[in-house]
């Protein structure tokens, strides 16, 4: 138990050494625990959460510094991976769509593509501020929600 508890800490360590937005809105969270949110260095956003046992690690990416163009001129990729948060095991085969509002109130859906098991769509962002990412999955014919702010720009 003690081991298990000093890697823990060490794994918190680590992830609290990047930086974290501290304006992060935590009533958009719907049923998940509150979550993580944070800005990684190469420009990539992250927000982490549990859901109903799930664990959802979602990563958004500009299509632009990932060198891909989108044909229909998405400017982000959204990606998901989805584990069972006790087992640690990867969730695969699930159908599920994500939801963006923009700042101005401009929504946006797309569904979840999956490929092998990471779970990605694309969507334009194009105007500063937050963003409202909702997203809908369904496992094993168990819905679940998972909502969280993006800060763009």
Same mark, same amino acid.
């Given at each position: 138990?003690?081991?298990?508890?000093?890697?823990?800490?060490?794994?918190?360590?680590? $992830?609290?050494?990047?930086?974290?937005?501290?304006?992060?809105?935590?009533?958009?969270?719907?049923?998940?625990?509150?979550?993580? $949110?944070?800005?990684?260095? $190469?420009? $990539?956003?992250?927000?982490?959460?549990?859901?109903?046992?799930?664990?959802?690690?979602?990563?958004?990416?500009?299509?632009?510094?990932?060198?891909?163009?989108?044909?229909?001129?998405? @400017?982000?990729?959204?990606? &998901?991976?989805?584990?069972?948060?006790?087992?640690?095991?990867?969730?695969?085969?699930?159908?599920?769509?994500?939801?963006?509002?923009?700042?101005?109130?401009?929504?946006?859906?797309?569904?979840?593509?999956?490929?092998?098991?990471?779970?990605?769509?694309?969507?334009?962002? @194009?105007?500063?501020?937050?963003?409202?990412?909702?997203? &809908?999955?369904?496992?094993?014919?168990?819905?679940? &929600?998972?909502?969280?702010?993006?800060?763009?720009?």
């Amino acid at each position: 138990m003690r081991n298990i508890i000093i890697i823990v800490s060490a794994l918190s360590l680590i $992830t609290l050494s990047t930086p974290v937005f501290s304006g992060e809105d935590h009533s958009m969270h719907g049923a998940a625990s509150p979550g993580s $949110t944070q800005a990684m260095p $190469t420009g $990539t956003f992250s927000h982490n959460a549990v859901v109903d046992g799930i664990r959802t690690e979602f990563q958004i990416m500009s299509l632009k510094d990932m060198n891909i163009k989108d044909p229909n001129g998405a @400017t982000h990729h959204v990606m &998901l991976r989805l584990f069972h948060d006790k087992m640690n095991h990867k969730i695969k085969n699930i159908v599920g769509k994500v939801k963006v509002v923009s700042p101005s109130g401009k929504e946006q859906t797309a569904p979840l593509k999956d490929y092998n098991g990471i779970y990605a769509a694309n969507f334009s962002f @194009t105007d500063k501020g937050k963003y409202g990412v909702i997203c &809908l999955f369904k496992e094993e014919g168990k819905k679940h &929600l998972v909502k969280f702010w993006y800060p763009h720009g």
